[in-house]
């Protein structure tokens, strides 16, 4: 069964602390791994997709990078507005659809 | 384009009630999926669609829920009868399956309490 587990649950930073949230997963043959980014009342939205093991992808203060176990989502000076609950995702196999998702870490950035 | 459209965005309703939940999905996309999110399991895949046909229904809890996409820009979530447990948050998502690309964009959800 694919397992995806992150850490920590909370993450609480002040303005311009760097740090960076971990995904594990156990998924076979990986077939890629999310990032989402949801805030209080909404929808889960988009950040990154990763394929493969040393790839990483970037948005604004935001850096996403996978290895063949896990990935980490790394946030670079974070504002008050990067406060949010991160999602990470994986799907593996044959499916285009089937993703297991982690409880996500709620990020709290003080000013 | 709107996104992934949901309705209602918020319903009450009474023990043993029927439910019905609705999205409609970004226009192309091929895939649609229904996801329930609670504090203690998280985000959990209910069922999915390609090409309007039910692929995998795997996650659905029990008989009293069904879901159908009678075309490719319409689709509903039934609960019948309703139960305090069901309470939650659905979301609709949707994807297109092009080259290697397919990340799922999710609709706001329908807030469902069942008294």
Redesign the interface.
Known sequence: EDQVTQSPEALRLQEGESSSLNCSYTVSGLRGLFWYRQDPGKGPEFLFTLYSAGEEKEKERLKATLTKKESFLHITAPKPEDSATYLCAATGGTSYGKLTFGQGTILTVHP | DAG?IQSPRHEVTEMGQEVTLRCKPISGHD?L?WYRQTMMR????LI?F?NNVP??DSGMPEDRFSAKMPNASFSTLKIQPSEPRDSAVY?C?S?L?RG??????????TRLTVL
């Open positions: 992934v895939y999926f998280g985000l959990e895949l999915y390609n692929i995998d979301f998502a994807s399956v290697g690309d397919f990340e799922q964009f999710f609709g706001p959800g």
